[in-house]
């Protein structure tokens, strides 16, 4: 079993920057695929970016990459989102996810934070 808790979102100007993080428990973190998803009202969630732990890869959508850094502390058992420049379009409620490998669902998820970026 897993547990994630987000923390770091707020309200931000277009323009800006915030980092989430997410910290996880229950399981050996440095064993475990981390990702971060978005959902917008009225959207479906959407995938943000992950990084694999066995290759340490990093992933991202088409519209955050270049602006969206994810990156991991397997010792304090925490993955980070870095987000600059900001847009009124990334405003949405940031999930973290975690699965256990490329051929794993997202099992986990935490409860989410929200961003909220104001023109």
């Known amino acids: 079993q897993v547990q994630l808790v987000e923390s770091g979102g707020g309200l931000v100007q277009a323009g800006g920057s915030l980092r989430l993080s997410c910290a996880a428990s229950?399981?050996?973190?440095?064993?475990?695929?981390m990702g971060w998803f978005r959902q917008a009202p009225g959207k479906e969630r959407e995938f943000v970016a992950s990084?694999?732990?066995?290759?340490?890869?990093?992933y991202y959508a088409d519209s955050v990459k270049g602006r969206f850094t994810i990156s991991r502390d397997n010792a304090k058992n925490t993955v980070y989102l870095q987000m600059n420049s900001l847009k009124p379009g990334d405003t949405a409620v940031y999930y973290c996810?975690?699965?256990?490998?490329?051929?794993?669902?997202?099992?986990?998820w935490g409860p989410g934070t929200q961003v909220t970026v104001s023109s």
């Open positions: 990084n694999a732990w066995s290759s340490g890869n990093t």
């Open positions: 996810a975690a699965r256990f490998g490329s051929l794993y669902s997202w099992a986990y």
């Open positions: 229950g399981r050996t973190f440095s064993t475990l695929t």
